[in-house]
């Protein structure tokens, strides 16, 4: 599942790139000319190594995001002229990110080789694996995909509703089958997860065999009744495995993660428990915990209204194909539930994360479409709080109760699993793969930090596990001697998608957005006499988010009469009049000034008319 994040990211203290400001040359130096063509010949030439001969031969690992977060996973292999890309998924924005709807991994790296893709395998179909694919595929010249069918229905939903359905080849595999791609070879091995179809891969190039294992966890007893294939993983393993590359979400949770059966179980003693109606809210891709609640729903005879669209297009594409299996007339539209008694309903809804817009949401707000709470309902709460949302959820299960609602959140029954391996089990993955190097994946660093120490606890040897950045690059030759290349990376972070905007909020919009959130602004409107340079009229002050002006006359008036000696002093400074020059000067001293007065720093924008 997708969880947001909070390490890294941007924030104030982000350091600033530093940008030299001399070239190292001489500028009286006639010979100038020449030592830079000499220097940008020789940074060219170093460029070209470091991309060709050093690495055409190898093979390169190149984690594009999932490395430092949880979300946005897409990892790149390169061997000689051939490139294949696993998953592109989306990341949601942090509270350090105002205004931000998704992040997706910077790939212009990939753009700039995309006649070198092969292919683009997905693993399954959560958001933090397929969301990217409508903002990158066409970058890359819409590449063939290649997946299974419950995820290649998933994305081609996806793509039809941007209207790109028909660019890229969707291509569905089955596990068994055997992809050549370019210089890999990729083989399958289901895993199980909160949703099905999802695959791990072995991926075979000329230096050797990569198990790239994320999302998942070992279930004997899955809700789809398809566990884990171990007889493959241990085949696999016992042909050598040059490098495993494994989940890292759960890497601190000792023992084993609960099986999607036990949860089944939970669920059915529940609603058997339940006199008057259920609502149930969930993720819309966790299509097995939506066949318990059907599974359930049958067994008390009680239907199903379904609401939210991306629930009710999962559900169809599932249902479509064969991935849910419920009792035929079980769902009913809002209308026709009118005629059952409420011990026959279960109400399906999104937003288990406190989501806004979501259906829960919107029920907990009482303007919801077609669902309103009323004495005696049951609201089951199935996910577990992903960090920086738990206030969201506690304010909407308020007034959930406050509606009338019973409400049942993990706290109170553990109605949620989590779709990923627990320490024993990653530990078995380790085991039954024997790996020579280890890369975890999946995770924020200390969680993949967490994983690497398990690995050290298998006996690995520190020096042949690899915990990576993002756009870091693991280099691996015919003598099969993995490193980290330090003298290359690729262009790596992330591109912020706002509205249909898509990477043009960069990194100093979200500056000025947080400024903005965390001490308002503060408008200068000055009116200048085009001519002369002198003030036509006093200063205009509008704040916002900074202080109530009516109450601070005093403050008002001391940045106007301060605004009018600069305009007086440095208006004249230059010989042409440089209204740029002004403003920077007006914004630094009066922003300086506020601070003395309030220890507040509001984006301060001084604004010249000119008449
Ligand atoms: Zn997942």
Not at 358 to 384: C, Q, Y
Request: include cysteine.
């Amino acid at each position: 599942m997708i969880k947001k994040q909070m390490p890294k990211r941007f924030g104030p203290t982000k350091p600033m790139q530093h940008i030299p400001k001399d070239d190292g040359v001489n500028k009286t130096d006639p010979n100038r000319l020449d030592m830079l063509i000499q220097k940008a010949t020789s940074l060219a030439s170093n460029l070209t190594t470091s991309r060709h001969t050093s690495s055409r031969q190898n093979l390169r690992v190149i984690p594009m995001g999932g490395v430092e977060e949880v979300g946005e996973n897409m990892t790149a292999f390169e061997f000689g002229d051939d490139i294949i890309v696993i998953d592109m998924g989306l990341a949601f924005p942090d509270d350090t990110m105002p205004g931000i709807d998704y992040i997706i991994p910077d790939t212009k790296w990939l753009e700039e080789n995309k006649k070198r893709i092969r292919g683009v395998i997905i693993t399954h179909g959560h958001l933090d694996h397929i969301g990217a694919v409508p903002y990158i595929l066409p970058k890359l010249g819409d590449p063939p995909v290649y997946t299974m069918a419950l995820t290649a229905g998933f994305i081609k939903k996806r793509l039809e509703e941007f209207g790109l359905l028909g660019r890229s080849k969707i291509n569905v595999l089955n596990k068994d089958d055997v992809l050549a791609l370019g210089s890999f070879k990729i083989r399958f091995f289901r895993l199980n997860h909160s949703i099905p179809d999802s695959m791990g891969l072995s991926i075979t190039s000329p230096v050797g065999q990569i198990i790239y294992a994320t999302d998942w966890k070992f279930d004997h007893t899955p809700a789809d009744g398809k566990p884990t294939e171990f007889d493959k993983i241990a085949r696999f393993g016992a042909e050598g495995v040059l490098l495993l590359m494994s989940d890292s979400t759960n890497a601190v949770k000792p023992g084993y993660c609960a099986s999607e059966r036990e949860i089944g179980l939970t669920i059915e003693r529940t609603f058997g428990d339940i006199k008057g109606r259920i609502i149930f809210a969930n993720f819309s891709t966790n299509i097995s915990r939506i066949q318990q609640v059907f599974d359930a729903a049958a067994k008390f005879n009680r239907k199903v209204i379904v609401t939210g669209r991306s629930l009710v297009n999962n559900i169809e594409i599932a249902l479509s194909l064969g991935y849910l299996k419920i009792q035929p007339k079980i769902i009913v539209k809002s209308e026709a539930a009118k005629k059952y008694p409420d011990n026959q309903i279960v109400i399906l809804t999104t937003g288990a994360q406190g989501e806004e817009a979501a259906g829960l949401a919107r029920i907990a707000r009482g303007d919801h479409k077609t669902v309103k709470i009323k004495k005696g309902d049951t609201t089951i709460v199935s996910a577990s709080p992903i960090p920086g949302n738990e206030r969201a959820i506690s304010a909407m299960l308020s007034n959930l109760t406050r509606l009338g609602s019973h409400v049942i959140y993990n706290k109170t029954l553990d109605i949620h699993t989590s779709g990923h391996a627990h320490q024993e089990e990653l530990k078995l993955m380790m085991a039954l793969t024997k790996p020579k190097y280890f890369m975890p994946i999946h995770g924020e660093h200390h969680m993949i930090v967490a994983h690497a120490e398990l690995a050290k606890t298998m006996g690995m040897p520190p020096e042949n596990i690899f915990t990576l950045d993002n756009g870091q690059i693991l280099e691996v030759g015919s003598d099969k001697i993995a490193k980290v290349t330090t003298d290359d990376k690729i262009s790596s972070g992330y591109v912020f998608i706002d509205g249909l905007g898509v990477g043009d909020v960069g990194e100093v919009v979200i500056r000025d957005r947080q400024v903005m959130a965390q001490d308002g602004m503060f408008v200068i409107i000055i009116t200048l006499n085009r001519r002369d340079g002198k003030l036509i009229n006093q200063p205009d002050i509008i704040s916002r988010g900074f202080i109530y002006m009516k109450g601070n006359d005093d403050l008002i008036r001391e940045v106007k009469h301060e605004v009018r000696k600069l305009v007086e002093t440095k208006g004249k400074e230059k010989l042409e009049p440089n209204w740029a020059y002004l403003r920077n000067v007006i914004r630094d001293e009066v922003g300086e000034y506020l601070y003395q007065k309030t220890e507040r720093r509001p984006m301060v924008l001084p604004v010249i008319i000119e008449i």
